[in-house]
């Protein structure tokens, strides 16, 4: 009786010392600190998506500007050929017209005069009985049909895939939507101790992607042959830094919000220079230099995280500044670090505006 005494009196008094360091509803500092590594991981993680989401709106976005450049072509070459269909027909109506009346015609005549022009064989019957300019006519108008016919069918494919295009875009709209209302809940979330936590923990995931990525960045083959720098770079990077802090919209391009290319293209752009409004031409339009060949006014390009094989730029795209920093798109127009300013993931190309 004594020892179960003895231990109903250790228990209660564990049981006053817990509810005296810990009170009811209380949250301890290691509860929150893992909150806020939590926290951190998904905002760090809608970073990753955003930009994944980016990258594929840029992609789709200039292939759908190449589909609506190839459909105005299109249609403008199919009024050309429609006009030299008609101007055909016409020719040939008159010839058969002309026939009719200097008492030349035939029965096979109505085949051109008609509207109905009735059987394959009376036509054809028609066409092997003309002979000379008779004949040519009849295959210039021909080939217009024809290739009016062809500008038909190719018009529907463009329109179909530039409708394929303007779906996706929308689709990928409504993630990056979603992905931006869930971040800003878990901004509302976070308030007070918990804040400075999750801060915390962000520097400590940047610092050490920092160092991850710095261990294995892309650094690119020594261009031997690569031009000086353009004599732009420095009006391209002045032009730049009047925006920083200008806003991030899917694609902007200035003047007051930008998406990625669309900032380099602006800045670009004020000192007489055109580039392309997409990373991936961007990247195929500069000459490949390596990142130890890196001056200011170059362009520094990512690849979607995991990338493997030939570097795209598809990703991102930064204008160099120097001392291992380029301006960009981050969290709005902003000046960073180059390598580890993007989770884990380092640059994966770099190249160089040719001087014009």
């Not at 392309?276 to 060949?293: C, D, E, F, K, L």
Request: charged share 20%; glycine share 10%.
């Amino acid at each position: 009786m004594k020892r179960l005494a003895v231990s109903l009196g250790l228990v209660v008094a564990a049981l006053a010392a817990s509810l005296t360091l810990r009170p009811a509803g209380a949250v301890t500092i290691a509860e929150k600190r893992a909150e806020a590594a939590e926290i951190s991981a998904r905002l760090a993680g809608l970073d990753e998506q955003a930009m994944r989401i980016n990258g594929q709106y840029e992609t789709a976005n200039y292939e759908l500007l190449q589909l609506q450049e190839k459909i105005a072509a299109t249609r403008a070459y199919m009024e050309q050929t429609r006009r030299e269909a008609d101007t055909a027909r016409t020719e040939v109506r008159t010839y058969a017209i002309n026939a009719y009346s200097n008492g030349d015609r035939d029965s096979t005549i109505d085949v051109v005069l008609s509207s109905e022009p009735g059987t394959g064989v009376q036509r054809q019957m028609y066409l092997e009985t003309l002979s000379g300019n008779r004949q040519d006519l009849i295959d210039r108008l021909r080939a217009a049909e024809q290739r009016a016919g062809e500008d038909e069918k190719a018009l529907a494919v463009l329109e179909r895939d530039a409708q394929g295009k303007v779906d996706q875009i929308a689709e990928l709209k409504r993630s990056a939507d979603a992905a931006a209302a869930e971040v800003r809940a878990l901004n509302n979330r976070v308030q007070g101790e918990l804040r400075a936590l999750v801060e915390e923990e962000n520097r400590r995931r940047a610092e050490a992607a920092a160092r991850a990525a710095a261990g294995r960045g892309f650094t690119g083959v020594v261009n031997n042959n690569a031009p000086n720098p353009g004599g732009g770079a420095a009006g391209a990077i002045a032009a730049g830094k009047t925006k920083i802090g200008a806003g991030y919209s899917w694609g902007a391009a200035g003047p007051d919000v930008f998406d990625c290319s669309g900032f380099v293209m602006w800045a670009y752009r004020q000192v007489g220079i055109s580039l392309p409004h997409y990373s991936g031409a961007m990247y195929r339009s500069t000459v490949r230099i390596a990142q130890s060949q890196l001056q200011p006014g170059d362009l520094v390009f990512w690849d979607p995280q995991g990338w493997s094989g030939e570097p795209s730029g598809s990703q991102h795209v930064a204008i160099y500044i120097g001392g291992g920093q380029v301006i960009h798109t981050a969290n709005g127009v902003n000046i960073t670090s180059m390598i580890g300013w993007w989770s884990s993931n380092p640059p994966s190309g770099y190249g160089r505006i040719a001087a014009r």
